[in-house]
């Protein structure tokens, strides 16, 4: 043993290739991101600006570990439960709803940004050809829906802005990764043919929402059967794989596959057989791994900036900021100019449009135009160049144009992130409590449905008749204050000897699944939305939980 010890000592200074000194750097690094993550909260600054930040800052201290951001594990590994978590957590009602504009924003902008970049920046760019302009401008075209998400929910924009930009992130990175792989497929072959890219990019897309609903299917027929708590996290842990690696195995749309997948799962979730305890278990593993998958993927991202820069040492730097300026400036500039003509010509031209809303706001609009950050989806593209084409020669331009998407990433995180709560301070937009009315709506409704079944549950034997009437109390106590928009309370158990107890766990709970088939139907009817019953859903959750103890 102690012959084992000592080898074990000996190998540690040296262990994965780190000498001692590196240990220390690495543990510096670890400390660092801590501190970046607790300044988010005291700051109230989101945290992937921070993380970005800092991990530029981090990519310069000498002695720090050259960590390599491999495209393909971004890709593999990062994006689907990404992708997956986003959708799952979304609104059905509230997508389709935003159809048009989503649709419009996914699709349409993401075609115009791509064409828009690619002739600025085959333009103005020296020895930048046009289908290698092509690949930047697919590259940079599309919102991650990473940094969309946290950002835009961290500082509260109006639902149905966040519906929109959250919606429009999850599809248009399908979209904009099927141009970029036209794109990069004609630098590398040659060739290009505009009826194959189209046929390639509606085959891709529709394919990959086929595989995710047939993924859908099967994964909600597995686990309705299921009812052990590990098991069932881990296959949801699983399920955006399981939908996303068939896909781009057949050549399809892995990202469409994983956010339908996500949206099918989230929409179906109530069906399955799943015990509270599953439930908030799963919530609560699904939380912190996207918030490990952030934290890493924007210290990856802004560490790789040095590397970045010395891969163009024969460009000057006054050459280099002047083309990183160009770029982002057409990425921000397209989509202000996209943005205010589709919302506002249709206003004019419908007369439907302009009845039902005769005076749209412009604020709105522009914190829709002003919400387009890119992220580690646009840099995993760019790192994912080949680099070679089919001749043998290097792809042209490919430092550049992983420069120039950093740069655009920086300046879209950094400068409308940073700036969106001014905007939402100077506009004095303020959500219009449409949450806060729902989840008020859906709290009278669970306590209603509770009431009608005490009625029908009251002459059964185990339902004792002071036991029966302080839940009626509770209920229409509970009723009232939830009209008067106040914060529900305790749930009043009983706490009595074990038959009692025994008796009153059943009839809580008999109520408790009256609530959420009520929350359930609200839901279907499309009269509340899925983070609203969610939000309910948890309350009752907990509520059975405590009932054990």
């Known amino acids: 043993m102690a012959c084992q010890t000592a080898t074990m000592d000996s190998l540690g200074p040296t262990f994965a290739g780190l000498t001692t000194g590196s240990e220390w750097v690495v543990l510096s690094v670890l400390v660092a991101l801590a501190v970046l993550v607790v300044s988010s909260s005291f700051t109230h600054v989101p945290y992937p600006i921070w993380l970005l930040l800092g991990g530029l800052a981090i990519g310069f201290i000498p002695g720090v570990p050259n960590v390599v951001l491999d495209p393909e594990l971004v890709f ?24 048009r504009p989503i649709s419009m924003l996914a699709v349409g902008l993401v075609l115009v940004t791509t064409v828009v970049v690619a002739v600025v920046a085959h333009a103005l760019i020296d020895d930048l ?21 946290t950002i835009a929910r961290r500082l509260g924009l109006p639902r149905n802005v966040l519906t929109v930009v959250e919606g429009e992130a999850l599809v248009n990175d399908a979209v904009a990764l099927i141009i970029y792989r036209t794109a990069v497929v004609a630098v590398v072959s040659g060739s290009f043919s505009l009826a194959e890219a189209g046929l390639d990019f509606v085959v891709s897309a529709v394919g990959g929402i086929a595989v995710g609903l047939v993924v859908g299917w099967v994964v909600t027929q597995l686990r309705s059967r299921l009812d052990d708590a590990p098991t069932e996290i881990t296959i949801s842990l699983m399920t955006a794989y399981f939908a996303y690696l068939p896909a781009v195995a057949l050549d399809l749309s892995g990202v469409l596959a994983a956010v339908t997948v996500g949206i099918y799962l989230g929409w179906n979730a109530p069906r399955l057989v799943t015990s509270p305890q599953t439930r908030m278990q799963t919530y609560a593993v699904w939380e912190i791994l996207v918030f ?33 300026a160009l770029v982002s400036g057409a990425v921000i500039v397209v989509r202000l100019l996209y943005v205010f ?17 005769p005076d ?50 920086l300046a879209t995180l950094v400068l409308q992130g940073l700036t969106m709560p001014r905007l939402i301070r100077a506009f004095d937009i303020e959500d219009d409590g449409a949450d806060e009315r729902e989840e008020a709506r859906a709290r009278i409704a669970a306590a209603e449905a509770a009431l ?5 549950l009251y002459d059964e034997d185990w339902v004792r008749e002071d036991t029966a009437e302080r839940m009626r109390g509770l209920y229409d106590w509970r009723r009232r204050r ?7 309370g305790d749930d009043g158990d009983d706490g009595d000897y074990e038959e009692r107890s025994a008796d009153f766990r059943r009839l809580r709970r008999e ?28 309350d009752l959750d907990l509520e059975d939980s405590r009932l054990e103890s």
């Not at 135009?369 to 160049?385: D, E, K, Q, T, Y």
């Open 76 to 99: 593999l590994i990062a994006l689907p439960p990404l992708l997956y978590s986003a959708a799952f957590f979304s609104s059905l009602r509230d997508l389709r709803a935003s159809t």
């Open 129 to 149: 050809s046009w289908a290698t302009a092509f690949v930047l401008g697919a590259v940079v075209s599309p919102t991650d829906p990473l940094a969309v998400t």
């Open 292 to 324: 490990v998958l952030n934290v890493l993927l924007f210290v990856l991202l802004g560490s790789q900036f040095e590397d970045v820069l010395n891969s163009l040492s024969g460009y000057s730097t006054t050459t280099l900021i002047g083309y990183a």
């Open 341 to 357: 003509p589709f919302v506002y010509l249709p206003e004019y031209l419908f007369r439907r449009r302009r009845e039902r809303d």
């Open 360 to 409: 749209p706001s412009w604020q709105l609009p522009l914190l829709v135009a002003w919400s387009g950050m890119r992220g580690a989806v646009s840099l995993a593209a760019a790192l994912a160049i080949p680099l070679q084409t089919d001749a043998g020669a290097p792809f042209p331009g490919r430092e550049l144009i992983i420069f120039l998407t950093f740069c655009v990433i």
């Open 452 to 456: 009608n079944r005490m009625d029908e």
């Open 482 to 488: 939830f009209a008067a928009r106040i914060d529900d």
């Open 511 to 538: 109520l408790l699944d009256a609530e959420r088939r009520a929350l359930v139907e609200l839901r279907n009817r499309g009269a509340i939305n899925d983070q609203v019953m969610r939000r309910v859903q948890q």
